[in-house]
């Protein structure tokens, strides 16, 4: 096996307390261990992560190496696979206070070539034998001349037979380092596309989300969809292309939502000195996924009602009720890709909601009412939803879109982006009367009554018509039903 005379890029890890463990009980135990794969990938390229993860092949007993190690290191551990022999430690490095991942795998064939060469892609197989030497660098497969051309490249014919994801494992990496995918990886993804069916909704979630991580996003999404592997990861888009519309849109229906996704992140980086947008975008939705991340799924996909919605009368394209059919698609989708609780939530709300922005900037006058109803509405998706609604707005320019309907759009759209952040700073609106007073002042039992007499109660609180529970409750008096 031969060695490349190349340095190692510095970095603290390869100098921790950890690390040293690590070497140490490789000599201990007499294994061959090996540090391959993407760290030493992002360590070439000058890539920086919040969490470090770092993956290492040993010549055997894999699991029992890492149990040992845990015990020494007095770190989390877990078995990740028992019969490929894999496991994992996740402990914080004491120095840079940041959580490392150590994975450890037996050897997927009888010597370390044969392993190299079954791994995805040639900028993966970089590699060290511990102890890490000066000009140790191990490169087997052609990935140290693939990092310098800035390629991703399959390692051979077969990687993606032997696990799909790698397909669209290609595009994330792509997207992430701003490397071209090699035109051979390119013609083995259209072919073994269909492969993609198969695999769980949550490993496509996690390596999509990396693509929507990114500021141009969008680029990586068109060039999926041109070679047929988007719609093996989200079926449901297919029957978005090829549907014409109206006179106001210049795109059919799928060109338009894609539009609308690169609307939006030109619009987010346009604001990315605005702190509270910003950390508004970067807040959780569940671990490891952003807000950022979702509301560009969002913006895919908030037309995705349109095509069973279509129709044509007098001449006219129309897509009624598409926003409530849109919803229900999008909860299949995000059934796919396993998508959590608040995540669904949050994606039914945008695309349910989209078109409300529009319709108010469609009023002469904006009032505090409708400001207040958007707002119960939407909640702290609002400004998601106007987001979208502005991206959806400015990918819209067929010949009856105006300048003049697109800017009072946009200024009321941004008008409430801000009365939303300023409404944080508030005390939070307390309504007059609850559910209880319904049911001990008024005697009525609970059921789909209340939410209409709440919802009027608290307009006409908003419109200061009524300013105490007393009025509050005589207004709900004449809404009682008559027993």
Not at 238 to 253: A, C, E, I, W
Not at 277 to 295: A, C, H, K, V
Not at 336 to 351: G, M, N, P, V, Y
Not at 440 to 445: N, S, V
């Amino acid at each position: 096996m031969k060695t490349r005379p190349v340095s190692i890029p510095r970095h603290p890890i390869l100098h921790s307390r950890m690390f040293k463990a690590v070497t140490a009980c490789a000599a201990r135990e007499k294994r061959k261990v090996y540090l391959v794969g993407g760290f030493l990938r992002d360590l070439f390229a000058g890539r920086r992560k919040p969490s470090l993860d770092l993956d290492f092949s040993v010549d055997r007993g894999a699991i029992d190496f890492g149990r040992k190690l845990a015990r020494r290191l007095k770190s989390g551990f877990v078995v990740l696979d028992r019969e490929h022999g894999c496991c994992r430690l996740v402990l914080k490095d004491r120095v840079s206070r940041q959580i490392v991942t150590l994975d450890f795998v037996d050897f997927r064939a009888p010597d370390f070539c044969g392993d190299l060469e079954k791994r995805d892609f040639t900028i993966n197989t970089l590699a060290v034998r511990l102890p890490v030497r000066r000009g140790g660098l191990l490169d087997l497969c052609g990935g140290g001349r693939d990092m310098r051309k800035k390629v991703v490249r399959a390692v051979g014919p077969f990687s993606f037979d032997e696990d799909p994801l790698r397909i669209l494992r290609a595009f994330s990496l792509s997207a992430s380092l701003k490397f071209t995918i090699d035109p051979a990886t390119r013609r083995m993804a259209r072919q073994k596309k269909e492969q993609l069916k198969d695999v769980a909704g949550e490993r496509l979630r996690d390596e999509f989300f990396k693509i929507l991580a990114m500021e141009d996003s969008w680029r990586y999404i068109l060039e999926m969809d041109a070679l047929g592997v988007l719609e093996n990861v989200i079926p449901q888009i297919k029957v978005m292309h090829h549907v014409k519309q109206g006179g106001y849109h210049h795109l059919d229906v799928w060109g338009h939502s894609l539009e609308t996704v690169r609307k939006l992140e030109e619009q987010i980086s346009r604001m990315k000195d605005d702190e509270e947008t910003m950390r508004y975008l970067d807040e959780p939705m569940t671990t490891g996924r952003t807000r950022r991340q979702l509301i560009k799924l969002a913006a895919l996909l908030h037309d995705i009602g349109k095509p069973k919605a279509h129709e044509v009368k007098a001449g006219k394209t129309m897509f009624h009720g598409h926003e409530r059919i849109g919803r229900i698609i999008s909860d299949a989708v995000a059934e796919r890709l396993r998508l959590a609780t608040r995540e669904k939530f949050a994606l039914d709300t945008i695309i349910f909601w989209h078109l409300r922005p529009g319709y108010l900037a469609d009023n002469k006058v904006l009032t505090k009412r409708a400001i207040h109803r958007f707002f119960r509405d939407t909640k702290e998706e609002a400004v998601s939803v106007l987001l979208v609604s502005i991206a959806d707005q400015r990918a819209t320019r067929g010949p009856m879109a105006t300048k003049a309907s697109r800017l009072r759009h946009e200024k009321v759209s941004f008008s409430l982006i801000e009365e939303y952040f300023a409404s944080l700073k508030r005390e939070p609106f307390v309504r007059l009367i609850n559910g209880k007073d319904l049911i001990k002042k008024l005697k009525l039992a609970p059921g789909p009554i209340f939410s209409k007499i709440l919802n009027a109660v608290e307009d006409a609180q908003v419109e200061g018509r009524i300013r105490t529970k007393q009025e509050a409750l005589a207004l709900a008096r004449k809404m009682k039903p008559l027993s």
